[in-house]
């Protein structure tokens, strides 16, 4: 953090809100505003009355309004918490997986491998590094999630309006989001519905796992198959018509088939024999977005698989070539 950042973390400031933050939730505009924060900070200078609205006490949830005057406290914003600087490969390769951009919002392939955004243990993720490198970007922030080791497309909103609009049509199902998987073994000729409500738990560990329960939420995913390897492998795409955490990943482990490179829900022996044969990430790609955009265009965005997946893929086609049946 710089001395001047510092400095103004540590003097009241008083922020008007704007028509694009309207509506925006007081806890979820603290996080913007205050870069670097804990969220146990911000949610403890609200429990407390530190920030005001208005000159009013506001609960986490308070929706905004434009001309809103916010009364932010004096804090200091642990330095620990810093990204790490953008390496120049890391800048290119961000910059060449642009799939879209327009004035509000960006499509970006993300790589398998990245984290979407910094925390956990890792200080620099892909939301922080296009923070760095696009320092004349106002506003950027996701639009979604994709797992570390998920590669494909990832929506970065540039304008708040645009994120609001995103968030609306996400929870109407308004998004389609088109995955492909290659899972363990020969999955059935038919286009198959898994429909398997999921329930989220963690272990002693603290790691957060995901599992088919009875008392889980709704969960509905389409699959189809895409290309055989044989008995060994299959290529399918899945639709998933509910968005909870890690669906297609127990979804495919729930029909018999998990995904290759999956050290969460795949047994490690067929993981080993995977990795033998060239696989060294987790197979699950975000292929394919689409969406009506706010003045009406139905955006398609796809994402090409990278060469070296490519690669390996067509090597376990010519290893285990296709078969009549």
Same mark, same amino acid.
């Given at each position: 953090m710089t001395h001047s950042t510092q400095q103004k973390a540590q003097q009241v400031r008083f922020v008007e809100v704007d028509a694009d933050q309207e509506g925006q939730r007081i806890d979820n505009f603290l996080r913007t505003c205050l870069k670097g924060a804990p969220k146990s900070l911000i949610y403890r200078i609200l429990r407390k009355g530190e920030i005001r609205v208005n000159k009013k006490r506001v609960k986490p949830d308070s929706r905004l309004c434009a001309g809103d005057i916010i009364r932010i406290p004096p804090i200091r914003i642990p330095e620990k918490g810093e990204a790490a600087p953008v390496g120049e490969g890391l800048a290119q390769h961000l910059e060449q997986a642009v799939l879209y951009e327009s004035d509000s919002l960006?499509?970006?392939?993300?790589?398998?491998?990245?984290?979407?955004?910094?925390?956990?243990?890792?200080?620099?993720?892909?939301?922080?590094?296009?923070? =760095?490198?696009?320092?004349?970007?106002?506003?950027?922030?996701?639009?979604?999630?994709?797992?570390?080791?998920?590669?494909?497309?990832?929506?970065?909103?540039?304008?708040?309006?645009?994120?609001?609009?995103?968030?609306?049509?996400?929870? =109407?199902?308004?998004?389609?989001?088109?995955?492909?998987?290659?899972?363990?073994?020969?999955?059935?000729?038919?286009?198959q519905t898994v429909d398997a409500p999921l329930l989220r738990y963690e272990l002693k560990s603290g790691e957060r796992m995901v599992k088919p329960h009875p008392d889980g939420k709704a969960s509905v995913t389409r699959f189809q198959v895409l290309r055989r390897f044989q008995d060994v492998a299959t290529l399918v795409e899945a639709r998933p018509l509910t968005g909870r955490t890690h669906?297609?990943?127990?979804?495919? =482990?729930?029909?018999?088939h998990p995904i290759?490179?999956?050290?969460?829900?795949?047994?490690?022996?067929?993981?080993?024999?995977?990795?033998?044969?060239g696989f060294k990430r987790l197979m699950l790609h975000a292929a394919k977005l689409e969406?009506?955009?706010?003045?009406?265009?139905?955006?398609?965005?796809?994402?090409?698989?990278?060469?070296?997946?490519?690669?390996?893929?067509?090597?376990?086609a010519q290893r285990f070539p296709r078969q009549e049946s």
């Open positions: 960006i499509i970006i392939n993300k790589p398998s491998g990245l984290a979407v955004h910094g925390g956990s243990g890792v200080n620099l993720g892909m939301i922080e590094a296009l923070r =760095q490198i696009r320092p004349k970007s106002r506003f950027l922030e996701l639009v979604h999630r994709l797992d570390r080791d998920t590669s494909g497309c990832i929506m970065v909103a540039k304008k708040r309006s645009m994120l609001r609009y995103l968030h609306d049509a996400l929870r =109407q199902r308004k998004v389609n989001k088109v995955y492909q998987a290659l899972v363990v073994g020969r999955w059935g000729k038919r286009q669906q297609i990943r127990v979804h495919t =482990q729930f029909a018999g290759v490179g999956d050290v969460k829900y795949t047994p490690d022996e067929d993981n080993a024999r995977f990795r033998s044969l969406v009506s955009l706010p003045d009406g265009e139905k955006l398609s965005v796809s994402a090409p698989l990278d060469p070296e997946t490519t690669n390996v893929l067509d090597k376990l």
